[in-house]
């Protein structure tokens, strides 16, 4: 089991940064690539961005490309999301998660979820 916990979500007006956190605990032995999703009202959940376990290989929806940046810290048990020049069409719930293929952007290949975190973009 791995165990994902975001952080960081909140109200920022268009333009404005935001930083998104997951701590992932638990089975992170065995090294899996972390991802970002968001899931706005009557969408689908969609991917935004992910980073490999062994070469921190980055992927990206065409959507965020230039403004979002997903990284990861030195010890590789928390990632980040850092979204600047925020669009009122990227307001969503924004969830991490963990996958144990690699590459993964696709959310099937995605094992386990963190509980989300609202990010509101207002115009």
């Known amino acids: 089991q791995v165990q994902l916990v975001e952080s960081g979500g909140g109200l920022v007006q268009a333009g404005g940064t935001v930083r998104l956190s997951c701590v992932a605990s638990?089975?992170?032995?065995?090294?899996?690539?972390m991802g970002w999703f968001r899931q706005a009202p009557g969408k689908e959940r969609e991917f935004v961005a992910a980073i490999t376990w062994s070469t921190d290989s980055t992927y990206y929806a065409d959507s965020v490309k230039g403004r979002f940046t997903v990284s990861r810290d030195g010890g590789k048990n928390t990632v980040y999301l850092r979204m600047n020049s925020l669009k009122p069409e990227d307001t969503a719930v924004y969830y991490c998660?963990?996958?144990?293929?690699?590459?993964?952007?696709?959310?099937?290949?995605?094992?386990?979820w963190g509980q989300g975190t609202q990010v509101t973009v207002s115009s």
């Open positions: 998660a963990a996958a144990f293929r690699s590459p993964a952007v696709r959310r099937d290949e995605y094992s386990y």
């Open positions: 638990g089975r992170t032995i065995t090294r899996p690539d």
